[in-house]
């Protein structure tokens, strides 16, 4: 009968007051769609699966021979019978269809219900609707999205007498914002609930405690519109002349009747969460449906403490924390953080070549740990008369080497190096390596991505020493002309700004064939590649496609290799194809040759303003800063370049996991470690010994979701500050401390001018489909495979980072204001908020809350 009878049968035998009704089963519906009239409309749908132009329209051919075929005979008698026998009463009539509100998917909103319907010959008409309803486009783009089999759903149909209600909606028996389990919310509107549902009104909102019932928060909404039955069949909406937000919906009396038999159904379906819908007339309460909240986000972490994990240690989120904004997988944590960078840290050391040097003379070890999850380094440092002389003297021989050996160091030994260990292990076939064969290949690719970073670090940290003296001299020598060094860093070619030119070539040559603008801005990203399949133009779009990701699809949004990279997860990339297609005429290429040109200007007219002695000055520290500047984005191009094939293996080993029972799914291994992967796939070990691994990685998974809610300090202790002995090297910092009453949040200003605009909040590469073109992007920070969201963006704030973040220097080509290392940004900005975004002093102005675009 489908998920929404089933829910209902549940509901019944519990006990609970449902309307009286009956239900049309599956059965039915496959009579009625086997019918010989119907096979070769049916048929089309499948030939044309492949290409969505040709499947709308055999959609479309489909609902017309559906809506004119008549019930079979016997069927259609049953129905009326039954019928009768509730009496000549108005009805509700919803689907119900085969694979419907389950746990993992949901088909709210997908399907039709048909309300107030009278007379045998309406029930009718209205069954054969809804069974209509399930080739409605939105409904088969739905279940191609989730991949569902297409032939093999079918429709019940739930049949009931109509609650003619005075007040209806929406309960929640877990808070679906927040993932609290201890909450229930209550969503309430007057006349039918369909207004609720459907989200045609702001309804009220109610918070209550699960446990005692209390009431925590009330919102009014303004219920501005209802649904009410007419008299002859059907519904209409009504609206307020007056918003009714002084006005409570339901009575206390009525609330709490209501939560506790919300608490009684989740009960009944064995502490399940559930989304009720519910209707009262006076004081009598209806249920009229319950099926499991899909897609409830973990509960949220109670008591969360920022200590640090050695006794009077102070952490850091800086350097390598930029470009991992999330909690780190397990099997990463090991890899790259405990192993990687302790080991590669070591080789750095080497290159500055002090052999009489070493790490633990001024800090002590671990250099790089985990708090709550997330990546922290370590800023306590011994200091005392012994260690100064060494301080001294490695700053010395340090700034010297990395003066005139970093390009080098990085292009022509840390660079090839790695590579060289990717195209070891990238033509191997994963399916026949054996278990321990692929753990190195783990092993040995994510210490070459360590050892790799720091020849990054050693290009940033000379392009942001460079870039901090050219940016003091400025504010000393012509503080009237307000210059920053970021001015001086623009139009200069990087891969970055290259991906993203190409992508806008992509875009343009779409534009310019016939049919594809449309068949783009008509179909999800989810199937874009499937749709330009159909035509011989498509067919030329997917060939550059794969070549933008053959060259570029390493590109990381996460440092985390248990995150996909551009290659693995496409989708953020067809996003913004779409928006680029969407919104021409943006010129990556002439614009980078304006800002060159610009900047020449620029050199020129302030040279011209200095004295001899200060000019000469002006252009040393401006060739030291344009020579590294460049090269810090081109080294961190490459960081991740091994992911795509670490992952293969990484991803062989899970689907081995797996067919062993060691395993839930595939991706879980990345929450082992690669001790307890070798101890799961020992093809020794016992039935016992394997059937721990799912449950631990389940809650690791689970705990790292969870997380990803926290907002981490940018020190730990909070409250304690980097310092080496007297000195305050609280400037190395990427995070600002912002409290969360601040109005006026501060950062470091990394790209000139302002722009007022709504914000457009996203967290992470998942978010990608909410950015908004023309606002301002709030996000944690960015990588290379953000760029393309920088086409869209009139501004951009981040939590984390500083003048030669990835951020900024893509933020100063598009010639867009930049806030950077906010701390909380991404905690005090609302999707939609207006905010004010001053790129010259590092500011960002909020308005309140209430003035969002919607």
């Known amino acids: 009968m489908g998920g929404k ?102 088909f709210a909103g997908q399907l ?43 429709m019940g149909i739930v049949v009931q007498v109509l609650v003619p209600a005075d007040v209806a909606g929406v309960l929640f028996t877990a808070n679906p914002s927040t993932g609290r389990r201890d909450e229930i919310v209550v969503n309430a509107g007057f006349g039918l609930g369909e207004a609720v549902v459907s989200g045609q009104v702001a309804p ?25 039955p007419m008299e002859h069949g059907g519904t209409r909406s009504v609206f307020a002349q007056e918003p009714r937000t002084s006005e409570q919906a339901l009575t206390d009396n009525q609330l709490h009747q209501l939560a506790d038999l919300g608490r009684r159904v989740e009960a009944h379906f064995d502490g399940v969460p559930q989304d009720i819908e519910w209707a009262y007339v006076g004081d009598r309460c209806a249920l009229l449906q319950s099926r499991p909240v899909t897609s409830l986000p973990p509960a949220p972490l109670e008591n969360v403490r920022w200590e640090p994990p050695v006794p009077d240690s102070v952490w850091v989120r800086r350097q390598v924390a930029e470009n991992l904004p999330e909690p780190l997988s397990t099997l990463f944590e090991e890899l790259y953080l405990r192993e990687g960078l302790e080991r590669s840290l070591d080789e750095l050391l080497a290159f500055f070549r002090m052999p009489w040097f070493h790490l633990e003379d001024i800090a002590d070890r671990p250099f790089f740990t985990t708090v709550n999850g997330f990546a922290y380094q370590r800023a306590n440092f011994k200091f005392g008369w012994k260690t100064m002389p060494i301080v001294l003297r490695g700053a010395f021989d340090g700034w010297r080497v990395m003066f005139s ?46 050892t790799y970073w720091y020849a990054c670090a050693v290009v940033v940290a000379a392009a942001k020493m460079t870039d901090a003296l050219l940016d003091r001299f400025l504010a000393l020598a012509a503080p009237r002309r307000q210059l920053t060094s970021g001015l001086f860093l623009r139009g200069f070619a990087s891969r970055s700004m290259a991906a993203q030119a190409d992508l806008e070539a992509l875009a343009d040559r779409i534009m310019r064939s016939d049919g594809l603008p449309e068949l783009v801005a008509a179909t999800p990203a989810e199937r874009l590649r499937q749709a330009l399949a159909g035509s011989l133009q498509g067919m030329l779009a997917i060939e550059e496609l794969d070549s933008y990701l053959d ?22 990339v067809l996003l913004s194809l779409r928006a680029l297609v969407a919104r021409p005429g943006r010129d990556l290429a002439n614009r980078q040759q304006d800002l060159a040109i610009q900047r020449k200007h620029l050199t020129a007219s302030t040279a011209r303003s200095f004295d001899p002695v200060r000019r000469l000055l002006f252009h040393k520290l401006r060739i030291w800063a344009e020579r590294f500047g460049p090269y810090r984005e081109e080294a961190l191009f490459f960081m991740g370049k091994g992911w795509p094939t670490l992952r293969r293996l990484a991803l062989e080993l899970g689907r081995r996991g797996v067919a062993v029972g060691a395993l839930d799914c595939v991706d879980d291994v990345f929450h082992l470690e690669s001790a307890e992967i070798a101890r799961a796939l020992d093809p020794h070990a016992s039935n016992d010994v394997r059937a721990g691994f799912p449950t631990l990685a389940r809650q690791r998974r689970e705990l790292r979701q969870a997380r990803r809610r926290l907002h981490p300090p940018a020190a730990v202790p909070p409250s304690r500050r980097m310092r080496f002995g007297p000195l305050n090297l609280a400037g190395f910092e990427t995070q600002h401390r912002n409290t969360l009453r601040d109005q006026l949040l501060r950062g470091f200003a990394v790209s000139p001018g302002k ?50 973040a990835h951020g900024s220097i893509v933020a100063r080509e598009y010639g867009i204001p930049a806030v950077m290392g906010t701390g909380n940004g991404t905690e005090r900005i609302l999707h939609g908020q207006l905010i004010g975004v001053d790129g010259d002093r590092g500011e960002v102005e909020l308005a309140p809350a209430g003035h969002a675009r919607g």
């Open 112 to 154: 039709d219900t048909f309300l107030n319907v009278i007379g045998a010959d309406a029930l009718l008409d209205a069954v054969r609707r809804c069974w209509m309803s399930l080739w409605t486009d939105r409904a088969v783009d739905y279940r191609r999205h989730i991949e569902m089999d297409q032939p093999g759903i079918a």
């Open 405 to 450: 050996d970093a390009e080098s160091f990085w292009r022509d030994r840390a660079l090839p190096a790695y590579l060289a260990t990717v195209e070891r292990w990238k033509p191997l076939d994963p399916a026949v390596l054996t278990n321990e064969r692929l753990l190195v290949g783990l092993r040995e690719l994510a210490l070459a991505d360590a």
């Open 755 to 804: 722009a007022t605009a709504a914000a457009s909040l996203i967290l992470s590469p998942a978010d990608f489909g909410r950015m908004q073109p023309d606002t301002i992007l709030v996000c944690p920070t960015t990588t290379p495979a953000w760029t393309p969201l920088f086409s869209q963006a009139r501004g951009l704030v981040t939590d984390v980072g500083g003048i030669l």
């Open 5 to 106: 009878a089933a829910g209902l049968g549940e509901l019944l035998r519990a006990g609970l007051p449902v309307p009286a009704g009956f239900c049309v089963t599956t059965a039915a519906y496959s009579r009625f769609a086997a019918q010989p009239e119907l096979a070769d409309a049916f048929g089309a749908i499948g030939l044309a699966e492949a290409d969505s132009p040709h499947l709308h329209s055999a959609l479309q051919h489909l609902r017309a021979a559906l809506l004119a075929m008549p019930i079979p005979a016997d069927v259609g008698d049953t129905i009326r019978q039954a019928y009768l026998r509730l009496g000549h009463v108005p009805l509700a009539v919803r689907s119900s269809a085969n694979l419907e509100d389950l746990a993992a998917a949901s």
């Open 551 to 572: 060259k570029y699809g390493h590109q990381i949004y996460n440092l985390d290799f248990a995150e996909p990279t551009q290659a693995d997860d496409p989708i953020p």
């Open 204 to 228: 009220d909102t109610y918070v209550l405690d699960k446990h005692t019932l209390s009431l925590k928060l009330i919102q009014l909404g303004t219920k501005a519109l209802s649904i009410v």
